[in-house]
């Protein structure tokens, strides 16, 4: 069975960094497409931050992140991480993976199949 672990998540100040990474386990390298993050504000709904093909790395992001995000992948070891800086306090949020078998589109919450439990992000000032 697929499972998907976040972990990283905590407490920054405002213009630095985190790392989080999302470990991907119980499933056929071939049979996903992409790996993608998401948000979720206080009171607010889920959103995409990110996602990365698993076959070709190809990488995509919200407006918001381009610049300050980047996600990559480990195949070695099945993790796939998501390396934040310059931080704001608008990047408030539980993030979380979810992997798809279908390869688009990357930003709707419908098309992932599997989620991980989530992270917390805080960033003050």
């Known amino acids: 069975q697929l499972q998907l672990v976040e972990s990283g998540g905590g407490s920054v100040q405002a213009g630095g960094s985190l790392r989080l990474s999302c470990t991907v386990s119980g499933y056929t390298y071939s049979s996903l497409c992409m790996v993608g993050w998401f948000r979720q504000p206080p009171g607010k709904e889920r959103e995409g931050v990110g996602v990365i093909h698993t076959r070709s790395s190809t990488t995509y992001y919200t407006d918001s992140v381009t610049g300050r995000f980047t996600i990559s992948r480990d195949n070695a070891e099945n993790t796939v991480s998501l390396q934040m800086n310059s931080l704001k306090p608008e990047d408030t949020a539980m993030y979380y993976c979810?992997?798809?078998?279908?390869?688009?589109?990357?930003?709707?919450?419908?098309?992932?199949?599997?989620w991980g439990q989530g992270t917390q992000v805080t960033v003050s000032g």
């Open positions: 979810a992997s798809s078998h279908s390869c688009a589109p990357w930003d709707r919450t419908y098309n992932y199949n599997s």
